[in-house]
């Protein structure tokens, strides 16, 4: 079976949220801080308002007042004070795209600024320990002797990783399309990956029952998180078009989305590990800085993974945070298990190098009974089936393990392994499936954000229902239908997939319709550990005279549960691991110290993973069953894709040069200073 | 300003503001949405359309100055209703997720597969090398995919070269 | 974008007499609009020059003649060019994608600016952009920036592949203008930033660029070979163009180096080039040739990893060419 919304695709008719036709629209256009803290002193829209075709000039001098309690990045025009460099300060609207871009830059704004802080460090004075992180787990866990762990091993490593500032880039910019009606009820197109949500933070932002606002986002352009709580557009779209009295469209640019649209913090992670003579862990300890804004506290669970993936008697995991004159950083896909799993993945292969054992075989070693942390048992666990068949399939026991030995001309060429997981999470949801001229109409206000979420779900309907799936309709992305979770937290198929085999069960008793609410089932889940998990495989060449890296294999062997459908299966992994080759490889946003902000902030500076540098990814997975998690026996697998990538190649490199690179991206600038 | 262009092979005439590029006059102006805006700024290959056979980015192109040129939108490649091969093999291939870059991805392969010679990586470059994955990747990398499903766009690309 | 008029211009004296302060002339775009929307060029007019007549590739004896507007796509395609000029060929495919490929003209390639990130980013200071505001990149992010003729107001670099190549092969440029018609041999079109990095070039306000003439190509063997991390579709760290002859006492006899990514302008290595013709073609002398050149760089922090990667490249590129 082919994707449902296949043919709209290619045919050019599938309608994201900037494309859907209203009668005249008016355009938006958005003015940004240009300092990074201070406060906005005044704003002259004089000129701007002079151009023909403008209709007016939003700002903190002029704009409807919105609730105190709305969420500080949304609640636009509310306050002088300036957060971060590229905050929304002021929007035209004008007749056309080329008049409200135009006037914009005839805005003046005047500033008061104050000397800004933006630069994360390990030893920032401002570091503190969150109450909690991401989503909902403690800062900091400790079990064990750590210290004498760590003295009683025959071999430790103490590390220290890096990453950079990562921006989820979406192809398709962040987009609104507002439109009132005359009793006061609002309808925006938007790029969501959740309607229901992001119709209550709407409603929440300018102080309305939920039930006068809807959100439609049928098609949604990649979200990677970015789209997965409400942003500015939204919320500027209906401003503006209240202001205006017409309907109103914006699509932020490239390089406006680059400043607030979310990013990936930056991570400073220092890993302490020992092992044994037998290659058992004595201690491992992870501690994570990272950042947040003013605004908000922003805390990425990047030490969480530590506290599933391996037995060790010392355990102890800590985040320190620092709020900087930044944007908030936000979800990008798999926050938390990406740059952590990076980090411990990589400590794990120099711990396997400086105990003389195969990090294959340290890993294996290392499998726990229970979950590392918490002692819950696993729903299911295959890391080891995943490394072996990895290693074989890779060819990993004719590995040369000694570093830097192999070469082809001016190639160096390594291999390096990295696990994967992520968590295997559902929320409640709400479904209706109806009988409908002989065929089933399946209602459930789900995202599809390019997961395949339609055709999962039509797949899911049929097997419930024992139908063909041609004959079941799926209808989603509009707040109107049955409430549902975001697309995030690769939850979206688990949650949806079980109120909709809820309401198809019911469908079949009741003859007509079926409703399925599953807040008591989710709710009533037994206390166990449920992820998936994964290992990755790299080969890479490292050119002697450049210091250019190029990916010349990379295979990933997952093990997710009952996949529900090959096809889209595949192509998530693949996708997930190929942004994983572009974090190892190019993936950076710089931030501007002097001026605050970003650097780098379009697709030629920021660079993303081309055609020619993904042509050799592959991507496999192992049956697993596993009764303890959805009807489908179905674990997420939009995220563990990124997760282990970049050690896997970062491994490589290694292997490769003999030289470790501990800070992303590994780009020719670091092997040539580093190395030659 | 007043131009006429031929759009999928109709003539279509309109007054545009000189500022206006050809990619907005599509999606604003004449209702096609197929081609995308993605960066704006020729980088990522979402606008590609063909302009008089040849592929471009439409966000790069002012309006007023493809006055009388022919442009094919992905609206276009199909022929009543019939898909255009690269269109099917995209679907059988799921060689797009969010489907973003998708009409950008299908009027580049169009535009290239019509394109002489060599690329950057032709070992020989009087050869007008055979399209092999290694060459469409290269020649297809003006068109990014951050879904990450360049496999399945070479593999379709491949199917329709051979 | 600012509002601007529009006019297509039917033949180059035309397009010069339509000349006047505040107009630019348009070629394929691919540079000149992508700037206009950012608010880096605001011209009050455009002269569209992209329809004039000069888009032939034609052999004048033992030189050929490369008109203005030629689309990157068929000079590299052309057989002339494939044959003769193998160094330029590949050096055009290595830039941009197939889409601009398509669009941008000779001439547009060569006159396109840096994409140094403040040059393009009209809320933070650029001297290139705004004389006198400062540079920066200097302090910040100069990682891909210049480290050989840099001078205290601008280390921006020339993105260009193509005009490498040209530098390399001594091409020279046709200029109409209002001052009349010109010569300008590469490299020489292009200036190093001095204290005017606003003034990419030699060219006077109004001069259109007609043609690129090709000499005979240099005897031996060439190559260009563009440094960078993602695998396409990137500008280049560093590029190289070289030819290199070897006679068969062993000695160099002739030698063309020319650099990309490390300069505002294509840099030609005369240093190295002289220190090899004559001498022996070893790879201790080509070490020894590319440290005589890169002698004069003044890398910053973050771009010093350009010098050892221009070093590896002059010496890997003439092992690879040498008999």
New interface residues.
Partial sequence: MNRIEGRVKVTGLATYAAEYPAENVAYAYAVQAQIAKGRVKRVDAAAALELPGVLAVLSCEAAPRLPEDADPELALFQRREVAYRGQIVAAVVADTYEIARDAAAHVRVDYDADDHDVRLSGDHPGLYQPEVVNPNFPSDTDKGDVEAGLAAAATTVDVTYETPVLHNNPMEPHAALALWDTEGRLLVYDTAQGTSGSRDTIAKTLGLPPEQVRVVSRHVGGGFGSKGTTRPQAILAALASRMVGRPVKIALTRQQMFDVTGYRTPTIQRLRLGVDGDGRLTALEHLAYEQSSTLVEFAEQTATPTRVMYASPALRTGHRLVRLDVATPSWMRAPGECPGMYALESAMDELACAAGLDPVELRIRNEPETEPFSGVPFSSRNLVGCLREGAHRFGWRHRDPRPGVTREGEWLVGTGVAASTYPARRSPCQAVATMRDGDVLVQVAAADIGTGARTALTRIAANALGIAPERVHVELGDSDLPRAPVAGGSAGTASWGTAVVRACEELRRDGKEGRADTTDEVKADAELARHAFGAQFAEVRVSAVTGEVRVSRLLGVFAAGHIVDEKLARSQFLGGMTMGLGMALMEETLTDEEFGGFLHRDLAQYHVPACADAQHVEAVWLEEEDGELNPMGSKGIGEIGIVGTAAAIGNAVHHATGHRFRELPITPAKILTARF | MTITLQVNGVPRTVDVDPRMSLLDLLRERLGLIGAKKGCDHGQCGACTVLIDGRRANACLALAVAVDGREITTVEGLATDGELHPLQSAFMEHDAFQCGYCTPGQLCSAAGMLGEPGPSAVTEDLLDDPDLTPEEISERMSGNLCRCGAYVGIVAAIGEVAR | ??????A?AGSTAEAVRQFAPGTMY?G???NL??L????VAEPER?V?V?RLPLDAVEEQGDRVRVGATVRN?DL??HPLI??RY?ML??AV??G?????R??ATVAGNLLQRT?C??F??V??PCNKRRPGSGC?AI???H?NLAVLGTSDACVATHPSDMAVALAALDAQVHVTGPGGDRIIPMPGLHRLPGEEPERDTVLAPGDLITAVELPPPPPGASLYRK?????????A??SIAAALDVGRDGTVTSCRIALGGVAHAPWRAERAERALIGGPATGEAFLQAAEAELEQARPLP????KV??AR??IV?TLEELAP
Avoid: H, I, K
């Fill in positions: 974008m600012r509002p601007f008029e529009y297509r348009l394929g775009g691919t609009v992508d206009m929307r950012l608010g455009l569209d992209s796509t590299a395609a494939r044959a193998p060929a590949r495919l290595t941009a994608s197939g889409q601009v398509n669009v994409r990130t403040y393009q980013d809320t933070r920066p302090a910040g992010d990682g440094v960078r991390e993602r695998a396409s579709f990137a500008f760290l560093v973050r771009n010093a990893y050892p990667l590896n490249l890997a």
